[in-house]
């Protein structure tokens, strides 16, 4: 099977066309890799990208891309909603076929060690690359933001783990990481009561007693006068999707209200809906070498 | 999308391990094509054969397959159980990505025209390929099979499509169509009573006034002491794998019987599994694009 890695980074520039485009071109014009999406966003100040490729690939197109952000983008003129740490803000890499985490974890050690030296920028594995429980989370790892890292980073316990001991002014920070695909799903109600969505939310997320790896909060549909559960699955293999659609579902019920709809927002793997189909058919023995597709990747 | 095709020959002989491996080798030294899977049965002494490619590389491999074939085979000295009608018995050419129905059809048309002009070999189109109703049906194609087709392509309403009007001694005749993938999907019911399984069948089947893409009947499992509604499902787009599914736990429950376990035999589509996904957590607007692995195809 082809290796096949995803890449997420996102950068703190939303606004100049120009400067974007020339940071995208570094993802375009390398080997091995797909650019997928990118979207940038005004208030944000900042783009979200996705691309894909072979783990050499995806290795250069970051590099390639790290380099045009740092020639383009000045933190010391940046403001935006989104909470940022520098630049390049975040760079998680996401095994998808024929890769394993520890792949994925090795690429964010030399794509950290790489813009650690070459731009002398701190840098911070997260989440899978961890060197420390403490910065697994990316919220605590980015906490303080640009500015607050110029002390932040005087702290022993938040020593970098490539790259000076130093902010760089221009360039700020960089979290860099492995994890698993994150599916952004969202179920729609037949209530427009946003209460009852949010009551569901709180039930269903890890941090309320729920699912391990679910996040949820209940919003409103203004367009469609109708309340949703907007859940984002940051483990589907352990957290199947049919088991959070099935809770909502049980939760629901309570309140007399039903499930009307539900979204994929973005990309997911195959593998999230192959094992939904599974279960719902009750099949025994399935193996995703079934799946015909499957087989030209071999 | 990359195109992919797939092919399911079928040749008369499933003993003589040394011509079925010479055959075999035919495929496998062809480019841009993949053998997937053969196997072999001795009482119907038969090779089924599975293999995807290019258009180009599933034409390529067919046609150096059948040159093999009418080498090794010959059908004045062949018994078996399963009926056949040659050496060569069975082509179909099946859609699976990026490639249209239409398509499938020109190839099943070359190959059918270069077997019937380079091997003298009576060619009969079928399914979807068929170039009368009538030669719809595989069944109806090869009735009377290689010893009454002697006397069959006498009858005007049996000219071949390619090749000469008369029926090759060593050769015999062969069927070469278009279709679309089929689904083998069994469902496991939790009793040993064959006769519910089979009832269950004939109400769910198209022959009994159940769904038109939907064959199936009732066996029993010796080994697990359970009854089975064994379903091949031939054209999984108009008939959805969710609806058979539900169809059979409808059916089940006037008998107080519920499905324990189903089973999906060989390979299928993706499609066919994300469409089940799909209907079961109720997702508005899924666009298979939106599956990850989808864009390394494109």
Redesign the interface.
Known sequence: M?K?V?CIPNFSEGRNKEVIEKIMDAVRNTEEV?L?DYSSDKSHNRTVVTF?GSPKGVENAMINMAEKVYENIDMTKHSGEHPRMGALDVVPFVP??GVDMEECIEIANKVGKTIGEKYSIPVYLYEKAASTPERENLAKVRKGQYEGFFEKIKDPNWKPDYGPDKVNEKGGCVAVGARV?LVAFNV?LDTENVEIADKIAKVIRNIGGGLRYVKALGVKLEERNIAQVSINLVNYEKTA??RV?EMVKIEAKRYGVN??????V?????EA??K???Y???????CTK?????????
């Open positions: 082809a096949l995803e797909k997928l894909i998808i076929t695909p729609n999707l049919y659609f499930i009307i709809g539900s979204e994929i973005g990309l997911l793997p195959m809906l192959i939904t189909a599974e719902y058919l009750q099949i025994e023995d399935f079934q799946v015909l597709e499957t087989r030209i990747w071999e």
